[in-house]
């Protein structure tokens, strides 16, 4: 069965502030790759998902970006924090493109 | 266009009650449908899916969901709950062939002793 890692678990940036969060997977290979954030605990909106290494696809225009530099590393970056950014990311992944299985989180606050 | 919703923002149900929790789905095509479950602060966890085969699924901890083909639904089950069981509770449909799923707004389950 696969392991998903998010870190870091919590994190408080100013804003403008850059953000990197990474998520890695472990006890598959190929799987598609998906960013998810939560607000006030309640609905998921899905901002990233990938394929493949390289190859990203948006949800939501925004001021966050996704990178994919290996088959089983996820990365959601951001070069200036909004204050709109502040929530529960979440990452997951799908080995067989049916289910998803979600990462821990990680909790953003943008002061 | 793919959509799921959960009627009720809470369920309220006595320990040791039936519990139902309300999806219901609207897709083009064969649905492929699923449950979640998310504790505070953690991630969601997958409960059960149903892809094709029969309408009552079996899952973890003793859930359990009914498909309702001519209903549209996929409701969420368990015949005896528990106060470990409050939790918010997601249903969701796979929309397309990239895997991406289409969560309902959540319904938060309080088992009260």
């Known amino acids: 069965s696969q392991t998903i890692h998010q870190w870091p678990a919590t994190l408080v940036q100013p804003v403008g502030s850059p953000l990197s969060l990474e998520c890695t997977v472990e006890g598959t290979s190929n799987p598609n790759l998906y960013w998810y954030r939560q607000a006030a605990g309640r609905g998921l909106q899905l901002l990233f998902y990938?394929?493949?290494?390289?190859?990203i696809s948006s949800e939501v225009p925004q001021n966050l970006s996704a990178s994919r530099p290996q088959d089983r590393q996820f990365i959601l970056s951001s070069k200036k924090l909004l204050l709109s950014d502040s929530g529960f990311y979440l990452c997951?992944?799908?080995?067989?493109?049916?289910?998803?299985?979600f990462g821990p989180g990680t909790r953003l606050t943008v002061t | 266009a793919q959509s799921v919703a959960q009627p009720e923002d809470q369920v309220n149900v006595a320990e040791g009650n039936p519990l139902t929790v309300k999806c219901t789905y609207s897709?083009?095509?064969?649905?492929?449908l699923f449950w979640y479950v998310q504790y505070p602060n953690r991630g969601l966890q997958f409960l059960l899916k149903y892809i094709t085969g029969d309408n009552l699924v079996k899952g973890s901890y003793g859930f359990e969901a009914e498909f309702n083909k001519s209903q549209t639904s996929f409701h969420l089950k368990k015949p005896s709950a528990l106060v470990s069981d409050s939790a918010l509770y997601f249903c969701?449909?796979?929309?397309?062939?990239?895997?991406?799923?289409?969560f309902g707004q959540g319904t938060t389950l309080q088992v009260k002793p």
């Open positions: 897709v083009s095509g064969n649905p492929y």
């Open positions: 990938s394929v493949g290494i390289g190859q």
């Open positions: 969701a449909v796979r929309g397309g062939n990239t895997g991406k799923l289409i």
């Open positions: 997951a992944s799908s080995p067989g493109r049916t289910e998803q299985y």
